[in-house]
T-cell receptor, first 112, second 113 residues
């Protein structure tokens, strides 16, 4: 089983739509959680951290359920520029070092 | 914000040769640098954790003699792919932990022909 699992998509949505991505992680000792965005052939860029209380940044809302080991990302009013791959990322401790574990990403295509 | 400069951005090399990739932290000191590899349509996979002044810690299945990591200063870590083969063709990317976040280099696309 992969440590971080995501639906690879692609999710094809029209502009203005609301879209939700889900992610599950297997290591219950994971400490921090993030959503990153990766454009084709580029490095990942932090979209937002995810907290148990839920957090919102403009059109983006992230949620964490530690009991279910489940993370979500909601994008409202999709823009063409939101087209990218969204990576669910979990920070864990491994052999004394903190490390990031990446999901395979969910591809989003927003069309006019 | 924190910036990690990675070079080269792309490289094509012949099978059997070695390629060095550099990552520099420009405005902060990076005690720890992470090296990832990403194959097409796959996730970033951690290859090794590089620590300034000590040996790198390699993930299971990553050959330390093939992927040489040097972190001789607080601002520079290098990854050398030795005796490269076509199956080593991939996107290599470094990341430094700084404060509460991680900063990524822009990645190196390696093609071995």
């Amino acid at each position: 089983r992969k440590e971080v699992e995501q639906d690879p998509g692609p999710f094809n949505v029209p502009e203005g739509a609301t879209v939700a991505f889900n992610c599950t992680y297997s290591n219950s000792a994971s400490q921090s959680f993030f959503w990153y965005r990766q454009d084709c052939r580029k490095e990942p860029k932090l979209l937002m951290s995810v907290y148990s209380s839920g957090n919102e940044d403009g059109r983006f809302t992230a949620q964490l359920n530690r009991a279910s080991q489940y993370i979500s990302l909601l994008i409202r009013d999709s823009k063409l520029s939101d087209s990218a791959t969204y990576l669910c990322v979990v920070q864990t401790m491994n052999t004394g070092f903190q490390k990031l574990v990446f999901g395979t990403g969910t591809r989003l295509l927003v069309s006019p | 914000g924190a910036v990690v400069s990675q070079h080269p951005s792309w490289v094509i090399c012949k099978s059997g040769t070695s390629v060095k990739i550099e990552c520099r932290s420009l405005d902060f000191q990076a005690t720890t640098m992470f090296w990832y590899r990403q194959f097409p349509k796959q996730s970033l996979m951690l290859m090794a954790t590089s620590n300034e002044g000590s040996k790198a810690t390699y993930e299971q299945g990553v050959e330390k003699d093939k992927f040489l990591i040097n972190h001789a200063s607080l601002t520079l870590s290098t990854l050398t792919v030795t005796s490269a083969h076509p199956e080593d063709s991939s996107f290599y990317i470094c990341s430094a932990h700084q404060g509460n976040g991680y900063t990524f280099g822009s990645g190196t696309r390696l093609t071995v022909v």
